[in-house]
């Protein structure tokens, strides 16, 4: 009897420290991290053509690059990713692509405006785009940091048993910069200056 339940005890202790609650756990933290990203980038894709329809009404000659930027935000919506494909780096490519074509519409869209800096709807414009922005680079942050903690975790003793075993658990991909990102973009305002 003392042997059974001792037994129990070793077993119950071995399986708590095998990853069968904390794997589960940290990958549901990773995906709940990557809905934040997705909840800025949404933000973003909300806002943006409120706030450009305002700014748009007060500059209506400069419509080329404000459908410019309706144009990448409707491309930057179109690409959706779920928890599961979290671990194909090619969705996440595409995905990244698509948001990086409408930051620079966006960027494009600040050069192209110095003159409108001046008026309160092209201000509110600006600031709110660069709020999403900080929301989105903290929150792509939160989610490296998640996966790379569900990484981790899959990969060492003793949760990595468990990983294994019990969920067959496969490592996320990190969100990453398109090529070129850690170069500073040229502002060109056409001034020959």
Known sequence: MKFRAALVLVSAALLSACGLNSVPTAEENAKAKW??????????????????????????????????????RAKATSIQLSGADLSDPAKLSAFNQAQNGLTLSLQRLQEAYPDLKSQANFT??????????NRIAISIRDYNAAVQA?????????????AKIFYGAKPMVPFQAKAGADTAPTVDFGNGS
């Open 124 to 133: 509110t414009l600006l600031s709110q785009l660069e709020g999403s922005e």
């Open 150 to 162: 569900y990484n981790t975790r899959i990969r060492t003793f003793p949760d990595a048993i468990g």
């Open 35 to 72: 809905a934040d990203v997705q909840t800025n980038y949404q933000r973003r894709a909300d806002l943006v053509p409120n706030l450009v329809a305002t700014v748009k009404g007060a500059a209506a000659s400069e419509g080329k690059i404000l459908s410019d930027v309706t144009n990448a």
